[in-house]
T-cell receptor
Framework: DADVTQTPRNRITKTGKRIMLECSQTKGHDRMYWYRQDPGLGLRLIYYSFDVKDINKGEISDGYSVSRQAQAKFSLSLESAIPNQTALYFC??????????FGPGTRLTVL | GQQVMQIPQYQHVQEGEDFTTYCNSSTTLSNIQWYKQRPGGHPVFLIQLVKSGEVKKQKRLTFQFGEAKKNSSLHITATQTTDVGTYFCAATGGNKLVFGAGTILRVKS
């Protein structure tokens, strides 16, 4: 959905580097989510935020941190990247209904 | 936490054949959603089922929610090459979605 954007779209980095993935949305939604997708495992929730002051851990938050800079922006950081964090990362938003709207994804490779 | 099991993991069909993916939970679900992810794309919402025994159709796609609200299915009649992708079910848990592992559909023309 063009209303949810992610940068970068692809990133290759080395073990131990700090990486930030950014997500922006123009949908005006309060709730934002970060997922990672691995083959055969579906989408797993890393962190989610209900508003700027409300950040919550998901099922796989270890090794990740987030920042909700504004209603429209939600960033995911890997403080010290490791190879098993190689995955496809999606940001999503949720409005008043239960539907989630996903960004185009960031493909991260950690060497 | 809540878990949603989805089968099969992968299905390869001949164009024109039918396809079904199933989603099961050990607990009663308040609702269930279905998403489609095209190859190289992102998940896109298809539908939400809320009521026990609910059946909804979208052209060749038929979605069902079980009477006990513990299972759901997505059936595609006469698959086309445009149907390829991964189909996910997702259950609402609090203000989060819990996704099944997805079923990858490949269609051979």
């Amino acid at each position: 959905d063009a209303d949810v954007t992610q940068t970068p779209r692809n990133r290759i980095t080395k073990t131990g580097k700090r990486i930030m993935l950014e997500c922006s949305q123009t949908k005006g939604h309060d709730r934002m989510y970060w997922y990672r997708q691995d083959p055969g495992l579906g989408l797993r929730l890393i962190y989610y935020s209900f508003d700027v002051k409300d950040i919550n851990k998901g099922e796989i938050s270890d090794g990740y941190s987030v920042s909700r800079q504004a209603q429209a922006k939600f960033s995911l950081s890997l403080e010290s990247a490791i190879p098993n964090q190689t995955a496809l990362y999606f940001c999503a938003t949720k409005g008043p209904t239960d539907t989630q709207y996903f960004g185009p994804g960031t493909r991260l490779t950690v060497l | 936490g809540q878990q949603v099991m989805q089968i099969p993991q992968y299905q390869h069909v001949q164009e024109g054949e039918d396809f079904t993916t199933y989603c099961n939970s050990s607990t009663t679900l308040s609702n269930i959603q279905w998403y489609k992810q095209r190859p190289g794309g992102h998940p896109v919402f298809l539908i939400q089922l809320v009521k026990s025994g609910e059946v909804k159709k979208q052209k060749r796609l038929t979605f069902q929610f079980g009477e006990a609200k513990k299972n759901s299915s997505l059936h595609i009649t006469a698959t086309q090459t445009t149907d390829v992708g991964t189909y996910f079910c997702a259950a609402t848990g609090g203000n989060k979605l819990v996704f099944g592992a997805g079923t990858i559909l490949r269609v051979k023309s």
